[in-house]
């Protein structure tokens, strides 16, 4: 049995049951496809469903502002997916419609090509290879192949392997017209079977249907497959974080563009790269000091993908609004949960007993 049959078979039997994958609907397909980059499904279903109740169509979710879409995505991290989403919802509403083609769905604003090739082959039956992390490993693994995903060598490589195996009529003695919804459950089963049976620590390699073909089994080489090119450099940042409260009122700002977190809303942000609370508050006229706050978390730790960060809480209380750079403003205490803001803030914010 082929390699390409034996995944179909198992996707049959194995295949995971998901809400995005009862419909041809592109909207929702590719709603699920940018929530699930860098997030486990577990996590991200529940926001898949919110977002399908809240916005059941593209039209809608055009229609919402980038702060309802912000907000909606709080938790989730990697920010700019959801700017680019609403980006992209309005991109597609101007231009008449879902695109259907690989080119077109690629021209939307946060799709690459992996998102492109999901899209179009469960929607829209396109002939596209699907490869993410999942697909990398099996391929890397089955076939034996040592070259580093992370290279450009290695995603030609492994994107010509991929798009070669994709089912076949003349192989599979199928009509043409069955192939669509067989390259969509291809490309799924092949994600599957990495995500749970071909998995990164303690694969099933003896119950494993491609046991007999398998390079790295073969070999004794699962472990070391596939392989990747270290090239991520970490920094850290150390933030200080002022909740200001003054009769009811907190001071929040929108983070600006070209940064972490753009477009969320945050407390009053000290960067321990630029400055310390006090020469701060001296460059900016403000009354503020570490003796007139109080310390409620310290050292808080905060992983990013980039960086880690580090965050102290103060807690400033006041009877008299200080002075503030412009772009902070005020609001009740209580309406801070209508504004999406870091998780990073969210726990930080939970010391208050607030409920952002």
């Not at 995971?16 to 590719?30: N, Q, S």
């Not at 898949?48 to 879409?69: C, G, I, K, N, Y």
């Not at 597609?92 to 080119?103: K, Q």
Request: hydrophobic content about 40%; proline content about 6%; overall charge negative.
């Amino acid at each position: 049995m082929s390699f390409t049959t034996t995944i179909l078979q198992w996707f049959r039997e194995n295949g995971r049951d998901l809400p995005w994958r009862e419909t041809r609907d592109p909207y929702a397909i590719w709603l699920s496809e940018i929530i699930l980059q860098q997030t486990r499904i577990e996590q991200g279903r529940p926001y898949w469903e919110r977002f399908m109740r809240r916005w059941p169509t593209v039209q809608d979710l055009a229609a919402a502002s980038e702060d309802e879409v912000l907000r909606e995505w709080q938790g989730l991290g990697y920010y700019s997916r959801a700017r680019n989403l609403h980006a992209a919802a309005r991109q597609i509403v101007a231009s008449g419609g879902f695109p259907s083609t690989i080119a077109g769905i690629k021209a939307l604003k946060g799709v690459g090509d992996y998102t492109a090739a999901a899209i179009g082959s469960f929607a829209f039956g396109l002939p596209a290879a699907v490869v993410d992390g999942n697909v990398y490993r099996v391929l890397a693994r089955h076939y034996g192949i040592a070259t580093p995903i992370n290279t450009t060598e290695g995603k030609k490589e492994f994107s010509a392997l991929a798009q070669s195996l994709l089912p076949q009529s003349s192989s599979l003695s199928l009509q043409p017209s069955a192939l669509s919804s067989l390259t969509s459950d291809y490309n799924q089963g092949l994600m599957d079977f990495g995500a749970t049976f071909c998995t990164p620590q303690s694969p099933q390699c003896p119950q494993c249907p491609l046991q007999e073909t398998c390079v790295a089994f073969r070999e004794g080489r699962v472990s070391e497959l596939p392989v990747k090119q270290r090239t991520l450099k970490v920094k850290e940042r150390h933030f200080s974080y002022i909740y200001i409260s003054c009769n009811g009122y907190t001071a929040i700002h929108r983070r600006p563009a070209g940064d972490i977190w753009q477009g969320l809303y945050e407390p009053l942000l000290i960067d321990h790269g630029q400055w310390t609370i006090d020469n701060w508050a001296a460059q900016n006229n403000c009354q503020l000091s570490i003796v007139n706050c109080q310390l409620l978390a310290k050292n808080v730790k905060h992983v990013l993908t980039h960086r880690i960060l580090y965050a102290d809480f103060w807690l400033w209380e006041t009877k008299e609004r200080p002075e503030l750079p412009d772009d902070y403003f005020w609001i009740h205490e209580s309406d801070i949960v209508d504004y999406g803001i870091p998780r990073l803030v969210e726990i930080l914010l939970e010391s208050l007993s607030l409920e952002p």
